[in-house]
């Protein structure tokens, strides 16, 4: 049975109005947003979240915030020895790396019970959706922000320690070396340095996973936006074969792997900008990400005023930086150089502009415009 | 695949039970043994801490005796807790006498005269009682936190929020906004007596939070809007920049400018001179350092 929205509201508020139903309210709603985020928040499909408890964590004498330290492989070798010699010696040391935790919370928001009135949609459904969606972005811009530093410092590192750029200028010339980043075929070919975004081809695929696989790793997964995606539907029956071609010219490309390797889709596209494909190990030589304390709900009612936040703690981290590479399908510079001067184009927007609406209704843009007097 | 005979698995089956028996006692003595040990260094830990702090002056074996006594009745807990309360020598000193003055820099006296500077330290640091010191926490709000707009912004220089950075920030400087939303010192730290010009706000993040390296952009949390009372020690009382004043008097204002503070120059509070200073005023002494553990407290107010 569906309740009307409008019923839905008064509820609400009614059951706002005691201890009681808020308690519930932010314990179903805490529970409903939990659940939704690890369908929806891309990082978590590369970096699946552990959950830890404060015993697994470490203070600081210093301030009150939280680390967890991670055990890092210690080096090893063997080597070949004369029945009379002996092997060299190693005093073992195994790196360690902190993984500190923050908060990523929802704003606060708020309305007046009269003001909910006006509403027809269901409050309670713009608190799962706008709370859910919020803090996934968060997560996916954070997420993003690490990995491209992590593909940045090692190109850093292959050229000398310096920032060095990378655009189809710098590739024609042999100024720079592709180490973490690599630019398609296209870009390479382009007549400019622009941000326009050439269609994936199936040769940058297998190039950037020889990126990995060339460091005594195993490329595993592709993170990429549905724009580029979307390209690989206008690959050639050279590229797919008779029978891949005839399938996804019919019902697209249904299959779970790409070239051998497993693949996130995403579509959001103001984080993860199109033209950026990034490729991954498997977790375990790539990174973390702790959950501290799954998302809370906190909602109350002062007066007529109704508020509400949700907000988790979480840490993530590139511990292994060497574990991603990336795949730049522009030839403009993507360094912090911005030699091109289009490095906003190809990096995440920042917090505050993400979630814009893609309507047009407070503009007065809907077709027929009706005015009501 | 090899057949085993009947008399074989007959044999199996009767030495099976004796076997699991006999297995089975020698585990359960050993988990006895085990919490008997376990229970014996508990006791002697105890013991231990109990002469260490003064609290018995038995000897060590009666001592841990009336303990294992005390641990078959079930009260061992209650007497760790108990004496995990007790600071050492808590039953012998009322109190000890010590110089908890701080010394600029991290120069003792000692450290000065070996050096060569004897005498000069102190007389350097007489003069400047009135200077504050960084230590770990600087700023301490004494109002109610929760009416606080506390808002994070992104830092336009992220390497300012490493702790190991001598640029470092420090709880309790003073940032403003620059066109890119993002935080900056308020005032010029190239050298002390610099004022700060537009409104500022402070910085409520002690050095080397991890929350906020954790987070791209560095996004570190500032006062943003609201009124507040607060003990901060980023401070310089004596210096007098532009048209300030030396803080000497309560409810006097308060302006922002770049301060020298044991050897690190940091945005912090002075003096402001009233009327005939043009720069803002952020806030009023609420109370002297004399008279506040050389820490000064002010209220927010805001004043163009």
Known sequence: ?373 | MDKISHAKIAEVLADAAATLRQVTQERDAAVEKLAALELRTDVEKLASSMIEKGISDAPKDVLIEQLEKAAQEGRLDRLRDAVNLVGPDMWSKLGHLTDDRRHPGGTSDLESFLAGGLGLARTAHKETDHMSTIDRINFEPVTDVLPIHRRDFPLADPTLVNPANPLGLIDGEWMTLNGSYQLVRAANIAAAGNAATVRSFPLWAERGRYDVQAIAGRKTPIFFLGVYEIDTRIFDAALVVGAGAAITTVMQPLKVASVNLGGKIVAGLVGHGGAGDANPIVGYVTRLPASNSNKLRFIQGWRS
């Not at chain 1, 010219?249 to 993860?272: P, Q």
């Not at chain 1, 190809?346 to 809907?366: H, M, S, T, Y």
């Open chain 1, 1 to 373: 049975m569906s309740v009307p929205a409008r019923v839905l509201n008064d509820m609400f508020s009614q059951k706002l109005g005691t201890v009681e139903g808020r308690e519930k309210i932010a314990e179903y709603g805490g529970t409903y947003i939990r659940d939704r985020l690890r369908e929806v928040s891309y990082a978590r499909k590369i970096v699946p979240p552990e959950n830890v408890t404060r015993a697994d964590c470490q203070r600081s004498v210093n301030h009150d915030t939280l680390v967890k330290i991670v055990d890092v492989e210690p080096k090893s070798r063997a080597m070949s020895v004369t029945f009379r010699g002996q092997p060299t010696a190693r005093f073992i040391r195994g790196p360690k790396a902190e993984v500190a935790f923050f908060t990523i919370s929802s704003e606060m928001f708020q309305k007046t019970e009269q003001e909910l009135l006006a509403y027809e949609m269901p409050i309670t459904k713009v608190i799962e959706d706008n709370s859910v969606k919020d803090i996934q972005e968060i997560e996916d811009r954070e997420f993003t922000i690490h990995i491209e530093s992590a593909v940045q410092a090692l190109q850093q590192e292959a050229n000398g320690g310096t920032v060095t750029t990378l655009n189809r200028t710098t590739i024609a010339a042999g100024t720079v070396v592709e180490f973490s980043v690599r630019k398609g075929e296209l870009a390479r070919t382009a007549l400019t340095n622009d941000a326009t975004v050439r269609p994936v081809q199936r040769p940058d695929i297998v190039n950037l996973r020889k990126l990995l696989n060339g460091n005594r790793l195993r490329a595993e997964r592709l993170l990429m936006t549905e724009v580029d995606w979307d390209d690989l539907l206008q690959w050639t029956v050279e590229d797919f074969g008779d029978r891949l071609q005839s399938e996804t010219a019919v019902d697209g490309y249904k299959y779970n792997t790409l070239l051998g390797l497993s693949y996130v889709r995403t579509i959001k596209t103001d984080i993860l900008r199109p033209g950026n494909i990034y490729v991954f190990t498997r977790p375990e030589f790539f990174g973390k990400f702790f959950v501290l304390n799954n998302t809370k709900f906190y909602i109350d009612k002062v007066a007529n005023t109704i508020s509400w936040q949700a907000w988790e703690d979480i840490a993530m981290s590139v511990i292994n930086i060497a574990s991603v590479r990336k795949l730049e399908l522009y030839s403009a510079d993507a360094t912090s150089n911005n030699a091109d001067g289009l490095l906003a184009s190809f990096i995440p927007v920042d917090e505050d502009e993400l979630g814009a609406a893609n309507n047009r209704v407070d503009q007065g843009l809907r077709f027929p415009q009706v005015s009501q007097f």
